[in-house]
C-alpha cells in the first residue's frame, strides 16, 4: 500500500485493484438505493448478511423436516454439539484456547452469567471500574450487580473519565485509577473497544496492573471482536463476552460469546448458575439432582445450541476461516488511514474525528463529533445512499469494515458529504 493518498476515484480504485480481500465482498449482500449497492458503513452495529446463510438454513429445515427430533443426532450437522461447530474458529479470533470459549446465550445475559461468577464483593473490596458513557447495556448492568449485593452503584462503580476537553481516555489515566483503587477494587469491566469513540484499550496493560492489585478483569468485546486482533489466553484476561452481530455479521440478535480463562473454567470451585447444558456431559443426560460443571467455558451455556439463531454464525466464520484478523487488520488500519485523510480534506465541515489517530489505537471505526447539524447531514447521507450510525447527541460513526467495504467506497463516502 503506498505511504501517501489521493482525494481521487482513480486512486481509490487502483488501491481496491490490488486488495486481495476485494473479492470477499461478493460473499455478502447489500442494501440497494436506486438500483446500486448501498455504501454500508454500519457494521459497527450491523454486519451484513453472508450470501451463504439461505443455503445453510435450508440444510437445517430440511434435516429437521426429514428427521424431527433424530436430527439432534442425525442432521448433517447434529443439533447436540451444534456449538461445538464454533469453538475452534471462535478462538482463532478472540486468541483463546478452544476449551475457553463457547457461542452462547446473548451478550448481556453473558455478562450478568460472568459477573456472577467474578465479582464476589467483600465489605471492603467491591470496587467496580468502566469507563464513563459506556454501552447503555453494560452500564445497567454493572449498576444492578453492585445493587444486587446490596451496593450503591454511586459508591461502588468508579467511571473512567477523559480529561476535561478531551474525547478519548489517557492510558496513564487509566492505570493511575486502578492503581489507586487498591485493595478496594473487585473486579474491572469496561469495553475492549468503546462503542462511542471507537477507542481501543490495552487490553495486556490493563490486565496486568489489576491483577497487581487483586482485581479480576472482564471485557465487553462486542466492538472488538472480529475487528481487531485479541490475545485473551496470553494476556491473562479473566472473562469476556461478545456479540456475533457486528463484525461477526451473524445476523439481528445473533448468538452471543463467552471467554473464560482456563484457569478459572477448570475449576469446579468457581461459582457459575447452573443450566443442563452447561454440566458435565458424561452424566448431563442421567437428569440427576447436583450440578457438575463441565471443565470448560462451556459450562456457563445454559441450554442447548439455539440451532436457527446459530446458522448465520457458522455462515460467517466459514468466511474467517479463509483469512485471519491479523490479514484483515493490515486493510483495515489502511481503509481508516485512507478514510481520515480524506476528512482531513473537508475543512469545511464542522466535526471532530473523536477516534484516536493512531491506528495501534482505534479498530475499523471513525467517529465524527459534528459541533452543528450534525443530524441534518446524516439524513443527507442517508437520501444519497450511505448507510452510517447516528449516536446521540451528535455523533456520526462509521466503520469501513475490511470484509466488504472497498477503498472505492470510502472515497465516495468522501464525495457525498462534501456536497452536504
Not at 474467517?320 to 465541515?349: H, I
Request: glycine share 6%; net charge negative.
Amino acid at each position: 500500500m503506498p505511504t501517501t493518498y489521493e482525494a481521487s476515484l482513480a486512486f481509490a480504485q487502483s488501491l481496491d485493484q490490488v486488495d486481495v480481500f476485494y473479492p470477499f465482498r461478493e460473499r455478502f449482500l447489500f442494501p440497494q438505493h436506486n438500483g446500486k449497492d448501498v455504501h454500508y458503513f454500519c457494521g459497527n452495529s450491523l454486519g451484513l448478511q453472508p450470501k451463504s446463510v439461505g443455503y445453510l438454513m435450508d440444510m437445517e429445515l430440511a434435516d429437521w423436516a426429514e428427521h424431527g427430533v433424530e436430527g439432534h443426532f442425525r442432521a448433517r450437522n447434529p443439533w447436540l454439539s451444534y456449538h461445538k461447530l464454533f469453538s475452534e474458529r471462535l478462538s482463532k479470533i478472540v486468541g483463546a484456547k478452544p476449551t475457553e470459549v463457547v457461542a452462547a446465550n446473548t451478550l448481556t445475559v453473558n455478562l450478568h452469567l460472568l459477573m456472577i461468577s467474578f465479582y464476589r464483593p467483600t465489605q471492603t473490596r467491591y470496587k467496580i471500574i468502566m469507563e464513563a458513557g459506556a454501552f447503555p447495556s453494560d452500564q445497567y448492568a454493572m449498576e444492578t450487580q453492585a445493587m444486587m449485593h446490596g451496593f450503591d452503584p454511586n459508591d461502588a462503580i468508579i467511571e473512567l473519565t477523559p480529561r476535561t476537553g478531551e474525547y478519548i481516555l489517557r492510558e496513564e489515566d487509566i492505570l493511575k485509577v486502578i492503581e489507586d483503587a487498591g485493595d478496594s477494587l473487585a473486579v474491572i469491566m469496561m469495553g475492549g473497544v468503546n462503542y462511542y469513540t471507537g477507542q481501543l484499550f490495552n487490553m495486556k496493560k490493563i490486565t496486568e496492573v489489576a491483577h497487581r492489585v487483586g482485581a479480576y478483569v472482564g471485557f465487553d468485546l462486542a466492538h472488538a471482536v472480529g475487528n481487531v486482533p485479541l490475545h485473551l489466553h496470553d494476556w491473562n484476561v479473566d472473562f469476556a463476552c461478545w456479540c456475533s452481530y457486528k463484525y461477526l455479521n451473524s445476523g439481528p440478535g445473533g448468538v452471543g460469546g463467552i471467554f473464560v480463562n482456563e484457569h478459572h473454567a477448570s475449576n469446579q470451585k468457581v461459582f457459575r448458575l447452573a443450566g443442563w447444558w452447561g454440566n458435565d456431559e458424561a452424566t448431563r443426560f442421567k437428569m440427576q439432582k447436583g450440578f457438575v460443571p463441565t471443565k470448560t467455558a462451556e459450562s456457563w451455556q445454559m441450554s442447548n445450541a439455539p440451532v436457527f439463531n446459530m446458522v448465520a454464525h457458522h455462515a460467517s466464520l466459514d468466511i474467517y476461516d479463509k483469512t485471519s484478523v491479523s490479514a484483515l487488520r493490515e486493510k483495515s488500519e489502511e481503509l481508516t488511514g485512507y478514510c481520515t485523510f480524506l476528512l482531513n480534506q473537508l475543512t469545511n465541515l464542522p466535526f471532530t474525528i473523536i477516534t484516536p489517530s493512531n491506528p495501534n489505537e482505534r479498530g475499523c471505526q471513525l467517529s465524527l463529533l459534528f459541533h452543528e447539524k450534525g443530524k441534518e447531514i446524516f439524513d443527507k447521507l442517508s437520501q444519497n445512499g450511505v448507510i452510517a450510525d447516528w449516536r446521540e447527541p451528535n455523533v456520526i460513526r462509521i466503520a469501513p469494515v475490511p470484509l466488504y467495504n472497498t477503498f472505492e467506497d470510502v472515497y465516495r463516502f468522501y464525495e457525498i458529504l462534501k456536497t452536504c
